[in-house]
Nanobody
């Protein structure tokens, strides 16, 4: 059993930066792939970024490639999403997830076993 808690969301102006954090408050993320997804009201939860269990491979949605960076530190039981060049369309609830699936890239909801409750990111124009 793994419990995940996101933090770092908030209000930011277009063009600004924000760093989201995800920590396992129960259990460990070691040996789990980790991912970030986002969702807006009335829409599907979409893939944003993923990083494999060791941190040696990472992949991004085309919409955020070059602007977002995913990283992890297994000794701190934490994964981050560094977001830069933010746009209003990036506004969403961002979710952290852990996957037992060792395939990479893990871009699908069905590949993830544990989810945080999300953190709101709002980008103003």
């Amino acid at each position: 059993q793994v419990q995940l808690v996101e933090s770092g969301g908030g209000l930011v102006q277009a063009g600004g930066s924000l760093r989201l954090s995800c920590v396992a408050s129960r259990g460990t993320i070691v040996n789990y792939g980790m991912g970030w997804f986002r969702q807006t009201p009335g829409k599907e939860r979409d893939f944003v970024a993923t990083i494999n269990w060791s941190g040696g491979a990472h992949f991004y949605a085309d919409s955020v490639k070059g602007r977002f960076t995913i990283a992890r530190d297994n000794t701190e039981n934490t994964v981050w999403l560094q977001m830069g060049g933010l746009k209003p369309e990036d506004s969403a609830v961002y979710y952290c997830a852990a996957s037992k699936d060792y395939s990479v890239p893990a871009k699908h909801l069905r590949q993830y076993d544990y989810w945080g409750r999300g953190t709101q990111v709002t980008v103003s124009s």
